[in-house]
């Protein structure tokens, strides 16, 4: 029986002023993340060497780290006013062998206050699988801790939006998936998909919502149709007949007589009655 392959990483302590944040970082979290469960971590047990940040030699430089896993870890570190921290130096084949191991850390090893929303880490699960990863929604709704019914609303509400984005903007559409959502919350060009990207509103809420403005657009389409706006012809109205009170039976019958157009019969004959005097 062969015995599992163990690696032994070493870590090692490096200047902070040598490490520096991964070109692809700032795309795959566009919005501030929240640090402040690693400052209450840092106040009371100060930096845990357990948990290096991950880096790799960028372009095979002595000494110039790109960060991999650990952004947080460094940014608090350069706070508290520490010069040196600890490191993991990983070699990846290529940059996006350290992007998907990134998105990967970010999705299932998050620190409490800093989890991505569901809407995040749907795009972090997208981007992941265009690194070469491989992602189930299961796995996505179990980390977020949400039900598989509200995963596949966030899912269908965020393709719906980012449907209707890039139509309107298609110079867009030849980017990378965290790149589209980054450029999307810069340039600010839908404010409640920002803010389901960030948290600040549920995801049924959300939903609810964009399918209300969905049925106001088709209905305003609809009414713009029938008034003959759009270069859509107006069909010609039929002229409604007028409301009568008498009983839509005897209505029949009337206008069955009529069509026959039998011969008035002598008026003192008292079978000259009409159906109405009955």
């Not at 952004?71 to 570190?77: D, E, L, N, S, T």
Request: charged residues 25%; glycine residues 8%; hydrophobic residues 40%.
């Amino acid at each position: 029986m062969m015995k599992a392959r163990v690696i032994v990483l070493k870590i090692r302590w490096v200047g902070v002023d040598e490490l520096t944040v991964a070109p692809y970082y700032p795309d795959l979290y566009p919005l501030p993340r929240d640090w402040s469960g690693l400052r209450q971590s840092f106040e009371r047990h100060g930096y845990r060497p357990e948990y290096p940040v991950v880096v790799h030699a960028r372009g095979g430089a002595e000494g110039a780290f790109e960060i991999v896993c650990g952004v947080g870890r460094h940014a608090v570190a350069r706070e508290r006013g520490m010069h040196r921290v600890p490191v993991v130096v990983r070699r990846f084949d290529d940059d996006d062998a350290a992007r998907a191991y990134a998105i990967e850390d970010n999705l299932f090893n998050p620190g409490v206050s800093s989890r991505p929303s569901l809407a995040h880490m749907i795009v972090l699960a997208r981007a992941w699988k265009e690194c070469g990863g491989e992602c189930a929604p299961r796995q996505i709704w179990e980390a977020a801790g949400v039900s598989p019914s509200t995963y596949w609303r966030a899912d269908a509400s965020l393709g719906r939006s980012l449907g209707q984005i890039l139509s309107a903007h298609p110079e867009l559409q030849e980017l990378d998936i965290s790149r589209q959502v980054a450029e999307i919350i810069r340039k600010n060009l839908d404010p409640q998909l920002t803010r389901l990207f960030a948290g600040d509103v549920e995801v049924n809420t959300f939903h609810r919502a964009q399918g209300r403005h969905e049925r106001t657009a088709r209905l305003v389409e609809g009414k713009a149709r029938k008034a003959g706006k759009g270069g859509v012809p107006r069909r010609p109205t039929q002229p409604v007949p007028a409301k009568s009170n008498k009983p839509a039976g005897k209505i029949l019958t009337a206008a069955k007589q009529t069509a026959r157009k039998k011969p008035a019969k002598p008026a003192n004959n008292e079978s000259n009655l009409s159906l109405f005097d009955l």
